[in-house]
């Protein structure tokens, strides 16, 4: 069983004797950097902020997101409390950097503490530093400049502001334990783990619908696998679909953004033929994804960089057995207690060989888990006790 080294509350300790003129008595006010913005239907980050904001306990903390313009039609002033900025660029690809960079810049007028989510414009924080002496805390997610889809220059460019970021942060914050010793023994410096919540996939499940939504997609409770992720190398579709390509008495359903790339696009016209793989476009509707979710035999997790997945730690709420690629960040993010695989064909021998007892062994260690470490209120309280000195 994996055990977490060190505690959030020893790092978050040290970093509350960090230099600050701001007192407990003072408002703070904390600029949120570097995501599409709130409310949240993009991503992971996305979700992070909006449950910071749901679950704040400090009412004198006070956040202000930047959103990318272009990505909301309406644009009002205030969200549950916290204030918007608005950026007229993308939060995303090429536009993510100066997107990122301005941010940066407006925040620096009006905030006390700057909190980073993601490197992408982390090469202008040693510039930054020149002018601004307000505390920077950074969240540098996976390590990007590792991912399959980039190109070499991009990857270069991703490793150089991941360095740019931790070195110039006053605190750096990394989602998985896997992350937080990268970077110890990269930068020799010490990162406050806090992982992503899942709690609120359990919201977004309606008993009523279950029946319903399960008869429409011709399924029933557990005669089925299901894996859900952006259809990318790196999180090993191609070993999924052949895995279950060898078990014609197995179903899986698979869903995914199929048509986004020739990458996709290869892989769905290769296995379309085998009757037990249905590879299905994203779904949006959170109540269709978690029933899938909450009524699937195998939970199937191929992702095999980055650090704590959210996908993964939603899954784990329903209390499902999941089979996860064997990776240091999965192994941190269930505790071991996930049964894992290293290729297509370790994969296909586990779908035969898992006896109910080990299922449901491991689905319970799941729940469990995720009940102990990923409920999004304990969560906005570490950011919190991070943020207020």
């Known amino acids: 069983m994996y055990a977490p080294k060190g505690s959030n509350l020893d790092m978050i300790t040290m970093t509350r004797q960090a230099d600050s003129k701001i007192t407990k008595q003072q408002p703070i006010n904390v600029a949120v950097i570097g995501t599409v913005g709130v409310p949240a239907n993009y991503g992971g980050f996305e979700t992070l902020v909006e449950q910071l904001i749901d679950n704040r306990k400090d009412s004198d903390i006070r956040y202000t997101v930047y959103c990318s313009g272009p990505h909301y039609a309406d644009r009002p002033d205030t969200y549950k409390g916290a204030n918007l900025r608005y950026i007229p660029l993308k939060a995303n690809g090429m536009q993510s950097i100066p997107y990122d960079i301005l941010s940066m810049i407006r925040a620096a007028r009006e905030a006390d503490i700057l909190l980073v989510l993601g490197v992408s414009g982390c090469v202008f924080l040693p510039l930054l530093r020149l002018f601004c002496k307000k505390r920077i805390v950074v969240n540098i997610d996976g390590l990007e400049h590792r991912r399959e889809k980039w190109k070499p220059y991009i990857k270069k460019f991703l490793k150089y502001s991941e360095k740019c970021a931790v070195r110039n942060a006053d605190t750096v914050i990394a989602d998985n334990q896997g992350i937080a010793d990268y970077v110890k023994e990269e930068y020799g410096m010490e990162a406050v783990m806090i992982p992503y919540g899942g709690d609120q996939a359990e919201t977004s499940v309606d008993p009523k619908r279950r029946d319903e939504i399960l008869a429409e997609k011709k399924l029933a409770p557990k005669d089925y696998s299901l894996a859900?992720?952006?259809?990318?190398?790196?999180?090993?579709?191609?070993?999924?679909?052949?895995?279950?390509?060898?078990?014609?008495?197995?179903?899986?359903?698979?869903?995914?953004?199929?048509?986004?790339?020739?990458?996709?696009?290869?892989?769905?016209?290769?296995?379309?033929?085998?009757?037990?793989?249905?590879?299905?476009?994203?779904?949006?509707?959170?109540?269709?994804?978690?029933?899938?979710?909450?009524?699937?035999?195998?939970?199937?997790?191929?992702?095999?960089?980055?650090?704590?997945?959210?996908?993964?730690?939603?899954?784990?709420?329903?209390?499902?057995?999941?089979?996860?690629?064997?990776?240091?960040?999965?192994?941190?993010?269930?505790?071991?207690?996930?049964?894992?695989?290293?290729?297509?064909?370790?994969?296909?021998?586990?779908?035969?060989?898992?006896?109910?007892?080990?299922?449901?062994?491991?689905?319970?260690?799941?729940?469990?888990?995720?009940?102990?470490?990923?409920?999004?209120?304990?969560?906005?309280?570490?950011?919190?006790?991070i943020v207020r000195p």
């Open 228 to 385: 859900l992720c952006r259809i990318e190398p790196e999180n090993n579709v191609r070993m999924i679909l052949e895995a279950f390509s060898s078990r014609p008495d197995e179903k899986l359903i698979f869903v995914g953004n199929w048509n986004n790339s020739a990458y996709g696009q290869e892989l769905r016209r290769e296995f379309a033929k085998f009757p037990n793989i249905r590879m299905e476009d994203a779904i949006y509707d959170l109540n269709v994804v978690n029933t899938l979710r909450s009524n699937c035999k195998y939970y199937l997790h191929g992702h095999s960089a980055g650090g704590t997945n959210p996908s993964l730690v939603e899954a784990m709420f329903f209390g499902v057995p999941i089979l996860a690629y064997d990776v240091v960040y999965n192994r941190h993010s269930t505790e071991d207690s996930a049964i894992f695989f290293s290729d297509a064909d370790s994969l296909s021998k586990l779908i035969g060989t898992i006896t109910p007892e080990q299922a449901e062994s491991c689905g319970a260690a799941m729940r469990e888990i995720a009940d102990r470490r990923y409920r999004w209120s304990q969560i906005a309280g570490e950011y919190e006790s």
